[in-house]
């Protein structure tokens, strides 16, 4: 640098951006940024020697020779390399920005202050209205998941639990979440509007007419989809997904009105104790079999208003138990063991049967007879 700037007041100096810039802003950046390479961010600038300040001159000239763009890019790598913790841009570049921000007085530095500001606006989260460099920022670009839970009127944890499953936070060894990247604004946006529909377990329950303990083995058995997919997350479920649920229950309507036959029908929790089975399993089988169920009372929407035709219900365990058989016994048949019978389920060649389709307490998994019976004709190859 010292050579280049010797040349310069030679009047030798050459046409480019860092030429053209003021005598003492070039040199004062140079020593100041290459400093800040040099020795870090938390230099005390009192404490520097000629000889580190004449090292970090020049390694300061090897960037700012290149333009604007090559000091950016090295903050951004700066940025890149961080530390895993929560410190912004002053602990960042601590030194150097301490220096440029005392400048504020000489609109000369306004060459070097511009991109450097323009640099933090895009890349740190940065609050409207905050001032950097003697200039308030517009509008915020980027959020924490802090500032993304409070401005936005979210809940921390649901917040976290959203991060966690786009890949921006992750859990750390307390269990806490830890950011890895920076929420840009229109993904806040969406975010906001994603957990604005996802409601709790409890009051999903009540928009349903279930009990919380029927929810909860509904979701056991996928029969309804949390939002948050992730072990340990909070239980959530979407407006769409209860949307989705609840009419897949009602797909089978029938009017109540004219039928005669819906008078001796009953509720789900009732059909459940003819049945001797749990209001899950009731609302299970409905969904795939299309049993018909109604609502005596239009208005009412809830499951819990509805009712269904307990004969139909009983005629369809029937019918399924008639046409099942334990892994053993399937193995049996097929001479093989239990799991390579899971295997044959796996695989697709057979179809195990549905856990809300078994009224028996001891639960054993099984399979559809028509498929053993398929694989030993021959109609499926093993």
Not at 287 to 309: E, F, Q
Request: with cysteine.
């Amino acid at each position: 640098m010292i050579h280049h700037m010797g040349e310069r007041v030679k009047g030798a100096a050459g046409a480019g951006w860092f030429d053209n810039l003021p005598f003492h802003v070039a040199t004062q950046t140079c020593e100041n940024f290459g400093l800040l390479l040099l020795k870090g961010p938390t230099t005390n600038r009192q404490l520097v020697s000629d000889l580190d300040w004449a090292k970090s001159g020049h390694i300061g000239f090897t960037f700012l020779r290149h333009g604007p763009d090559a000091m950016i890019e090295k903050l951004a790598e700066l940025e890149r390399r961080r530390p895993n913790d929560n410190s912004l841009y002053r602990a960042r570049f601590g030194v150097f920005f301490e220096w440029l921000r005392n400048r504020e007085d000489d609109p000369a530095f306004d060459a070097i202050r511009d991109p450097v500001r323009q640099f933090i606006f895009d890349t740190y989260p940065v609050q409207k209205d905050a001032l950097v460099l003697g200039v308030k920022n517009p509008r915020r670009k980027l959020h924490t998941h802090r500032s993304l839970s409070k401005e936005r009127r979210l809940d921390f944890t649901k917040t976290g639990h959203a991060l966690l499953q786009r890949g921006d936070v992750r859990k750390n060894d307390s269990n806490s979440f830890e950011l890895l990247r920076y929420v840009p604004s229109n993904v806040a946006d969406e975010i906001a509007h994603e957990l604005n529909r996802v409601f709790t377990a409890e009051r999903t329950a009540k928009k349903l007419g279930v009990t919380r303990a029927t929810l909860s083995q509904l979701s056991q058995n996928r029969l309804i989809q949390p939002h948050f997919k992730h072990r340990g997350a909070v239980p959530g479920f979407h407006s769409n997904e209860i949307w989705r649920f609840a009419t897949s229950v009602t797909k089978g309507w029938v009017p109540f009105l004219g039928n005669k036959s819906a008078a001796k029908w009953v509720s789900f929790q009732d059909a459940a104790k003819r049945c001797k089975c749990a209001t899950w399993q009731v609302l299970g089988m409905v969904i795939p079999y299309g049993l018909p169920v109604t609502n005596p009372d239009r208005k009412k929407k809830l499951l819990s208003d509805h009712i269904t035709c307990p004969r139909a219900l009983a005629r369809k365990y029937d019918e399924v138990e008639r046409n099942a058989v334990t892994f053993l016994k399937a193995g049996n048949m097929l001479g093989c063991n239990t799991a390579q019978v899971e295997e044959l389920v796996v695989r697709g060649l057979l179809t195990e049967t549905p856990a809300f389709a078994i009224r028996s307490r001891k639960k054993y998994r099984t399979v559809e007879l028509a498929g053993v019976h398929s694989l030993l004709n021959g109609d499926q190859q093993i």
